[in-house]
Structure formats: C-alpha cells, structure tokens
C-alpha cells in the first residue's frame, strides 16, 4: 500500500501553521476530481484560506453571502473526509 501527503502552510504575524493530509493514491485521485468539480461549481480557480476567510481574491464576490460560503465549506470538507485517511498537524 502506497500513501501519498499533502502539505499546505500559512505564515503571518510570527505565526506559522503547517497542516497535512494523508491518504491512498486512489483516494487523492478521488479527491483530486471531486476538488476540481467543487471549484468548477463554485467558479473559482483555486482555494486558499486566507483569501476564503477574508473575502479577497477568488472569493471577493462571495463578501456578505454566508449561505454560499457556508455550503461550500462544508462541501469542502465532505470531499477531504471522503478521500483522506487522517490529518498531521
């Protein structure tokens, strides 16, 4: 059995939070289309965070829609339950 991780960082204010994923080569696969789809529905090019939490970036249309920002974090998070075997932090 082959696992494959995913890592991802946020720096800011002396801070730095490092997060990561880890699961099947079949289940990023998996998670790799489901993502894609998400992000087609959602028509935005990619998600990071930081502009997500804030409203900026791909997500400064979505300022004041919290029924759209709540639908597709939990989407979001449906697809990394789905796919990923456990997290690391």
Same mark, same amino acid.
């Given at each position: 059995?082959?696992? /494959? %991780? @995913?890592?991802?960082? +946020? #720096?800011? &204010?002396?801070?730095?939070?490092?997060? =990561?994923? *880890? =699961?099947?080569?079949?289940?990023?696969?998996?998670?790799?289309?489901?993502?894609?789809? #998400? *992000?087609?529905? @959602? &028509?935005?090019?990619?998600?990071?965070?930081?502009?997500? %939490?804030? +409203?900026?970036?791909?997500? !400064?249309?979505? !300022?004041?829609?919290? =029924?759209? $920002?709540?639908?597709? *974090? $939990? !989407?979001?998070?449906?697809?990394?339950? $789905?796919? %990923?075997?456990? /997290?690391?932090?």
């Amino acid at each position: 059995m082959f696992f /494959s %991780a @995913y890592f991802d960082a +946020s #720096l800011g &204010d002396g801070i730095t939070v490092v997060a =990561g994923w *880890l =699961g099947t080569t079949v289940a990023w696969e998996s998670f790799d289309v489901d993502w894609r789809i #998400l *992000l087609a529905q @959602y &028509d935005v090019p990619y998600f990071h965070m930081r502009e997500f %939490a804030h +409203s900026t970036g791909a997500f !400064k249309e979505w !300022k004041g829609h919290d =029924g759209r $920002r709540a639908n597709f *974090l $939990r !989407k979001a998070v449906d697809i990394i339950g $789905r796919n %990923a075997t456990g /997290s690391a932090v």
